[in-house]
Every structure is written in structure tokens, then in C-alpha cells.
Nanobody, 124 residues
Framework: QVQLVESGGGLVQAGGSLRLTCVASARFFSSYAMGWFRQAPGKEREFVAAISGSGGDTYYADSVKGRFTISRDNAKNTVYLQMNSLKPEDTANYYC?????????????????WGQGTQVTVSS
């Protein structure tokens, strides 16, 4: 069983930055691919970014490439999402996810474990 707790959301102006944090309570944390997803009001949940267990491979949705960076610290059981140049369309509830399968599939599967989400609101 893996429990995930996100933090770091908030209200920011367009062009600003936020860093989301997800702490996992999991044995063998490095054996899990980690990802971030988001869901805006009235829309389906969408993939944002994923990172392999070692941290050596990362994957991004086209909409966030060049602006968001996913990273992890396996010693702290933590994954981060650094979000720069935020846009109003980035407004959503952001969810952390974990899955034992490869990170390259994260955008095409429903991960096994989910956090409760943290709200990000970008004002124009």
C-alpha cells in the first residue's frame, strides 16, 4: 500500500511559479514510477509529467514541456513538480500518482495509487 500526500498548491499570478511536493509512505519508493496529473473543473483528469524510479527518465505532456520539471529525492520518498511560467489554463487540482510499471506508460494508464490533490489557481 502506498499513501501519497501533496502540498504546495496555491494562488499565483500568470507568469509566476509554484513547486508542488508529494511525500510517499512506501517501502521501496524507488521501485515506483511517479507522476503528476491534473483536473480542471468540468474536464477529465489529464497526465502532466512522470519520472522513473531512478529519476533518470522523465516524460511530459506537450502542454507543459519547457515550463514544468518533475524530479524526485528517493532518500526523502518525495517527488516534486516545479511549475514556471504558469498560465491561467494551468488552473486545476493537481494529483500525485505512483505505479510500479514503467514511467513511460504513466500517461496511458490509470496509476495504482493516488493522492488527494492540491489546488493550483493561476490568475490572469
Amino acid at each position: 500500500q502506498v499513501q501519497l500526500v501533496e502540498s504546495g498548491g496555491g494562488l499565483v499570478q500568470a507568469g509566476g511559479s509554484l513547486r508542488l511536493t508529494c511525500v510517499a509512505s512506501a517501502r521501496f519508493f524507488s521501485s515506483y514510477a511517479m507522476g503528476w496529473f491534473r483536473q480542471a473543473p468540468g474536464k477529465e483528469r489529464e497526465f502532466v509529467a512522470a519520472i522513473s524510479g531512478s529519476g533518470g527518465d522523465t516524460y511530459y505532456a506537450d502542454s507543459v514541456k519547457g515550463r514544468f520539471t518533475i524530479s524526485r529525492d528517493n532518500a526523502k520518498n518525495t517527488v516534486y513538480l516545479q511549475m514556471n511560467s504558469l498560465k491561467p489554463e494551468d488552473t486545476a487540482n493537481y494529483y500525485c500518482a505512483a505505479d510500479p510499471r514503467s514511467a513511460e506508460f504513466m500517461g496511458f494508464i490509470s496509476p495504482n495509487y493516488w493522492g488527494q490533490g492540491t489546488q493550483v489557481t493561476v490568475s490572469s
